[in-house]
């Protein structure tokens, strides 16, 4: 019975968020269809190069995740670990958003991981990440903005950090105690999750600045983007945040940036992350079928 009540949270999420997405876009078609964006003659060769960039920044992530192993089992992991990440990573588009997860484990098992210092890989990866994208988008709209964005960020001010940085210590204690897990002997890993919302910040001021002819801070489109990613990233149900990321870029961009332009951007930015995704996909799926046969 929960298990259904679960299912069905997931996908009313799944569904609602859709839902607001095509409100949206066809309440601003109009503008959306006017976009200079569409206009340029060499968009089908920058989205390309966009998406190399994506999968260079995604790669930092994966290769965190094999650290997180090396220092989970005190051993050194192969580097042919980090093409399992990015080859399991595509699963997550499948209904569910967990099958990512399930992919990882199936193959990392095969070579000799235990099943334990896998799931809690997972456990810490997720902490990490949503950590960094905290970290990032919280101080650079705190000393850069004041968290005077718009009206969706003006519950956030001092106070609310301080108890959100307590509430991570008070979960992080737990965890050392009662879990075996000390996330101090993960703070360099951070610094690979950092480059992945960097990243993701570039290509959102490129597809702002020069393919949308807006002008935009870096810094600022970082920050909200990094929130988005983290709020789809933790969304249940929601394949690879599908929906959830790019409606709640569209919110909380309101007042910063037009109806019309958060829908193009984001869009743009979960098609380059497609494409990103499946290059990945492919040379990993070479890689790892090259170390089969060497095993052999």
Known sequence: MANQKMQFLKFTIFIFSITFLVYVMSHSYSNIKSSIIFQRKQIFVETALLSFVYAFSLFWVAFGWKRILEVLSH???PSYFIWIWLKSNVYKYLPGNVFNYVSRQIIARKVGVSHKILMQSNLIETLLLGIVSLLLSGIILMMFYGFLV?????????????????VAFVVLLYLSKYKNINITRYWSIMAFYFLFFLGIGVIAWYILNFQMGLKFSFLLITAIYSFAWLVGFVTPGAPGGLGV??????VLSNGVLGEADAVVLSLMLRF????GEILLYFIAQYMLRNFEELKK
């Open 75 to 77: 051993i050194e992991i």
């Open 150 to 166: 718009n009206k969706y960020f003006q519950f956030l001010n001092i106070y609310y950090v301080g108890f959100e940085l307590l």
């Open 245 to 250: 990321r790019e409606s709640v870029f569209v």
């Open 272 to 275: 380059v992350s497609i494409l």
